[in-house]
């Protein structure tokens, strides 16, 4: 027999014992049929009484208590149990769900959180990152989009990103499917920006735009383009000589002594103009990788007066009036190598391009902002407007003038170099005619005096010069 089947008997004999009693009561006592519907109706009564008491009861959330439980029918009580159980159960899920929420609510806070350091870093990021749905429309950018693209706030929010790029060429790019290869245009509020810019398809149809800047890239690109060809180009004549030279002795075309030493005296000129650029081109490859070289406190005063011996003996015959002023004890704390070769290619220009006899000053001064060293000459000084372009490599002011006298078109390029990788930088003026004037200056952190030396003196005022 089920549960439930013992139930309702149980119900059904508590129900009809009282009934059975009072019909035999009536049957024996002949008190008529009024009694038997008397105990029917009490019965009932309190019935309805117990199902009240219970109902409240679970209404207000109270248990049953064990004397009420003890005047329960079996009915009753299996309600009540049965009540009490499902009151547990629904605490336990009220519980539950509660804790389901409080931990929802700190998945959201994650996701949020995960959301805004995702567009934080993508912000971050220097290339210009705009999210498109499938209509091409604007959904969100970074910061740089903002700037590169000129996305301003929520009024070009869902505006197509064609309203930006009004050239056919992005029109064409964008309505394709094939986003293989990058396109390059100019940055629509920096015309004189290029950008790279490639189309990304994600998620439902939703595209990422994302531009780069690679203005830096391309000018990078054509220096080097222009590098290799003016590179090739100056060795290419050098070589041409000493091509023709050899060829002529191999055919035994000269067999005159004194032929045969010309022609050797011009290759072995040649050769040493290809060794010169060869290694001015390697220091400028090394200083370009930025290698750090190994630092010492160079002397000023021993490097300028050993520059000044050598400028003497490669002024030989020209004679020049080389002197030298400068303040006592300084150091400077840089690789040996790239200070000589800094101080001794301007050294080198004032001899080469200063006439016999003419006058060449080298100058090295400290103040508590730094130091400065200067070469100044009476030569014959420069245009003004080559002055910008004069540590540019190759360039020359007068190209047969500067290979005549053993140029490369470098050394100026490896002075301003070196001077960058310091901190520093480069003053020229200039008069032609009159003379140039060439200063460097060095910051406070590369200058060392020796305590004996402590009274600083400012940088010392050379000629005036137009620059
Ligand atoms: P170069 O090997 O030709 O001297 P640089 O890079 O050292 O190359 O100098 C570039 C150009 O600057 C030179 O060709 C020359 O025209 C000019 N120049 C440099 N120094 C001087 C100077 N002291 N007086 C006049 N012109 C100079």
Not at 212 to 231: G, P
């Amino acid at each position: 027999m089920t549960q439930t089947n013992v139930l309702l008997v149980k119900e059904v004999c508590v129900l009809a014992l009282p009934i059975a009693v009072a019909a035999i009561l009536v049957f024996l006592l002949d008190k008529g049929t009024a009694l038997v519907i008397w105990v029917i109706g009490i019965e009932f009564g309190l019935y309805l009484l117990q199902l009240y008491l219970v109902l409240r009861r679970s209404e207000q959330s109270l248990p049953v208590n064990q004397s009420l439980e003890a005047v329960l029918t079996p009915l009753a009580r299996h309600f009540v149990s049965t009540l009490e159980i499902s009151r547990q159960e629904a605490s336990e899920l009220s519980v539950e769900v509660g804790r389901l929420k409080i931990r929802a609510a700190n998945r959201k806070n994650k996701m949020t959180t995960l959301v805004r350091d995702f567009r934080d870093s993508l912000s971050a990021l220097p290339d210009a990152i705009i999210a498109l749905d499938r209509n091409n429309r604007i959904e969100w950018w970074n910061k740089a989009a903002g700037e590169l693209v000129g996305l301003s706030g929520p009024v070009d929010q869902k505006k197509r990103i064609e309203v930006f790029f009004l050239s056919a060429q992005f029109r064409e790019y964008i309505a394709q499917d094939d986003f293989n290869d990058p396109i390059e245009m100019k940055a629509p509020t920096y015309p004189e920006k290029l950008l790279s810019i490639r189309i990304t398809p994600y998620g439902d149809n939703q595209r990422l735009f994302r531009a780069e800047d690679i203005t830096l890239v391309k000018q990078l690109e054509s220096v080097r383009q222009d590098f290799v060809a003016n590179a090739s180009h100056e060795l290419r004549t050098p070589l041409t000589v000493v091509h023709g030279y050899l060829e002529t002795l191999i055919d035994q075309k000269v067999s005159n002594p004194e032929q045969v030493r010309n022609a050797m005296e011009q290759m072995h000129q040649q050769t040493t103009r290809i060794k010169g650029i060869v290694e001015d081109m390697l220091t400028l490859a090394h200083l370009e990788r930025g290698e750090t070289a190994p630092k010492e406190n160079v002397d000023i005063e021993d490097l300028v007066l050993r520059i000044r011996s050598e400028a003497i003996s490669l002024s030989g015959e020209k004679a020049h009036a080389i002197s030298t002023n400068f303040d006592p004890g300084y150091f400077l704390t840089w690789n040996p190598e790239e200070v000589h070769s800094l101080f001794s290619n301007l050294v080198i220009n004032a001899v080469k391009y200063t006439p016999p006899r003419g006058e060449i000053i080298l100058d090295w001064s400290g103040s508590s902002n730094g130091a400065c060293f200067s070469v100044q000459d009476t030569g014959i000084g420069i245009e003004k407007s080559h002055i910008s372009r004069l540590t540019e490599r190759f360039y020359r002011v007068d190209v047969a003038r500067s290979r005549e006298s053993g140029g490369t078109g470098l050394g100026l390029a490896i002075v301003k170099h070196i001077l960058g990788r310091m901190g520093g930088d480069l003053e020229i003026t200039s008069e032609p005619g009159v003379g140039s004037l060439f200063i460097c200056h060095f910051p406070a952190d590369l200058i060392r005096r020796s305590s004996a030396q402590e009274n600083m003196s400012r940088c010392h005022n050379p000629v005036t010069m137009s620059g």
